[in-house]
């Protein structure tokens, strides 16, 4: 057992599903995929960026995607009773479901949204006050970005097309130049994933909380829609968004009760006004989701945020207020993230030595199940690398930059996407822990060229926040295909594909949408396109002009080493220790943004675990269970439907995620 591996108290059902029959991929789910792509990138977008009506692709579980999943289960049934022989299979409902998770991944708020205005903001506000015409911009390579002033002025201020051979001309290149690169990470992801899936599934048995989900939905092991606490929870959960979705439109009508409220302003006196924002959010379907995780993950979420909360006030209490950034939490967690991809690839090493081995002395067999040979997963990875390296190399990086920069890249997603197998953690956000911040902190700006600072901007296009990733979506998607007897040899190339198809329909749609909205003129409050646009070429600048202290340097290296150090302690105390309740993973995710919005709903799941394995045990939890589901799919309802009504309407409307 896996040092980190949590306690298996329970599995969800459709960890036990039957295996099923050798299944083909069929032509018509990868073209409805295709089809729902551009779709589900233009809800992104519009309700992200243009309406900021939500954020659903900031947490692990997709609302929009899953509610367009259940239109298909629904709609399959209505199929099924009129011409039987056109119903969708299990397997092709959850080809279609992944490949549209995968493109949504890539066009979301931590890749394609944020990247599109960077690549442009500076060539249109640069000026003599930010100085980033000489001090930036001429060091970033003319082919990767947008700067035709006639396109800038479309993008920022609204009111055009962008279907005409002029406009479609300029935008183009950059689309198939980072098309082509989001699809080589992609595949270099998908090539770990092929190396670490039989020692994470047959091995470790790992449970991946969230790809059960939908398995459930489409193949269930006992019939959830029949179920009373089932449709009871919906109905619950469905009535209550409801009501919140009518009092923002009129607000006359009162609030069925207070889902978000600020603490920080209520605490006024020193120290404990050190402790920042402090959020008191109650979201029922995350509730739902906490009753899908193990116990001591849940305990370990929102005991390890309070934790993370005393520190700044623990700093103020003892006069450590002089060092900018102290305690450096960000920099603690991204550590712990460190210690936690150690210990996967320590943990995996038998098995990726057999298949390093494989490169030269062929396949032994163990691996005629798997997605690809080992050899050519191997050799994939290698020349994905190799071809990121050439990339960042012919844009005028630094050698030894480029090299780290990946190799922290690849650590940092391989331990995210270890825990969503392991635990289906509801979020991984590792905020001001890329390159832009990161690198500076570590090695010192006078080791940094003015282009490796400058590269940085376009790097922060997809090191912002690691939120949404295609690796952990693409090893779910594998397992999703296992269960159901599908291809996984066809289910891996099918969500390249869909990684492919989904930044290219990402790019488009949000440079159509702009065009049309304009990120400065018709979108609403808060802009955040040009939020993203602005945020990297600010922080640089603030680097070429103050630099990094010495003491911070050597702080930062000090609070990465501490969160290491931490994890391996906790680490060791599960293994040393029978029932031990602190979780390194709950350690390293409770630090950030999301976990803000999330401790409180995933302390009343803890509550409510205890409290059914207190009284009703195994029997009681699996009784329990599709209440909690109706939860989930109560608000992933009626969340995405009022997404919609916001889109179609222009008008803000109630937010199931992250507040409203």
């Not at 935008?171 to 770990?192: D, E, S």
């Amino acid at each position: 057992m896996s040092i980190l591996q949590p306690s298996h108290e329970i599995e969800a059902p459709a960890q036990n599903l039957p295996k099923t029959k050798r299944q083909k991929v069929t032509l018509r789910s990868v073209v409805l995929g295709m089809g729902l792509a551009p779709f589900i990138a233009w809800w992104n977008m519009n309700v992200e960026t243009i309406r900021y009506a939500g954020q659903p692709t900031t947490i692990s579980l997709y609302l929009h995607v899953l509610f367009i999943l259940l239109c298909f289960i629904t709609l399959n049934g209505v199929i099924g009773r009129i011409v039987p022989k056109w119903r969708f299979t299990p397997a092709e409902l959850l080809t279609t479901y992944f490949f549209v998770l995968m493109a949504a991944v890539m066009a979301s708020h931590d890749m394609v949204e944020v990247l599109v205005p960077i690549l442009s903001y500076p060539f249109r506000f640069g000026n003599a006050a930010n100085q980033w015409n000489t001090n930036i911009t001429p060091y970033l390579p003319t082919w990767l970005t947008i700067r035709d002033p006639s396109a800038l002025e479309k993008y920022y201020i609204g009111n055009a097309s962008l279907w005409n051979a002029q406009d479609l001309a300029i935008w183009i290149k950059p689309v198939l130049i980072w098309t082509g690169f989001f699809t080589v990470i992609a595949f270099g992801c998908a090539c770990l994933n092929v190396l670490f899936r039989k020692q994470w599934t047959d091995r470790e048995r790992l449970s991946y909380p969230l790809a059960q989900l939908p398995l459930e939905l489409v193949q269930p092991r006992v019939p959830l829609f029949s179920n009373r606490q089932f449709w009871l929870a919906f109905a619950i959960t469905a009535i209550i968004d409801t009501w919140f979705g009518l009092h923002t439109l009129f607000p006359s009508i009162p609030e069925p009760y207070t889902r978000f409220q600020n603490l920080q302003p209520l605490i006024t006196n020193p120290p404990w006004n050190a402790v920042g924002w402090l959020p008191l959010g109650f979201f029922p379907w995350i509730v739902g989701v906490g009753m899908l995780l193990p116990l001591d993950f849940l305990f370990s979420c929102w005991f390890f945020f309070i934790i993370w909360k005393l520190q700044p006030i623990t700093a103020q209490a003892y006069g450590y207020t002089d060092i900018p950034r102290f305690p450096f939490i960000y920099e603690q967690s991204f550590g712990a993230y460190l210690a936690i991809s150690c210990f996967t690839i320590y943990t995996a090493r038998k098995a990726l030595l057999q298949a390093i081995r494989s490169v030269w002395h062929g396949s032994d067999g163990t691996d005629k199940d798997e997605p690809l040979s080992y050899r050519f997963a191997v050799l994939g990875f290698l020349g994905s690398f190799l071809a990121l390296t050439l990339f960042f190399r012919a844009a005028g990086m630094s050698l030894w930059v480029i090299a780290v920069v990946l190799l922290f890249y690849f650590m940092a997603i391989l331990s995210i996407t270890r825990l969503r197998a392991e635990l289906g953690t509801p979020a991984h956000d590792l905020g001001s822990m890329g390159p832009m911040r990161l690198m500076p902190m570590l090695f010192g700006m006078q080791n940094l060229s003015r282009t490796d600072l400058a590269m940085f901007a376009p790097m922060h296009g997809f090191n912002r926040n690691y939120r949404a990733h295609p690796m952990p979506a693409h090893i779910e998607g594998l397992r999703a295909a296992e269960k159901t007897g599908l291809s996984m040899k066809a289910m891996f190339w099918i969500l390249l594909l869909g990684a492919a198809w989904g930044t290219f329909s990402g790019f488009l749609t949000n440079v159509h949408l702009h065009y049309v909205w304009g990120a400065t003129s018709k979108v609403d409050p808060p802009y955040v396109s040009t939020i993203f646009g602005r945020e990297p070429y600010d922080h640089i600048t603030t680097l070429i002009t103050t630099g990094v202290p010495p003491t911070q340097n050597r702080l930062a290296v000090l609070a990465v080493f501490v969160g290491f150090v931490v994890t391996i302690i906790l680490s060791g105390c599960r293994l040393h220790f029978v029932n031990f309740m602190l979780h390194p993973v709950g350690y390293a995710v409770s630090s950030n943004w999301s976990m803000n919005l999330l401790w409180f709903s995933l302390m009343i799941a803890w509550l409510c675990k205890v409290i059914i394995f207190k009284f009703g045990g195994l029997k009681g939890y699996y009784r329990a269970l599709p209440f909690f589901l109706g939860l989930i799919l109560g608000e992933c309802t009626i969340g995405s439907i009022w997404m919609l009504i916001s889109i179609f309407t222009g008008t803000k409307t109630f937010i199931v995620w992250p507040y409203g």
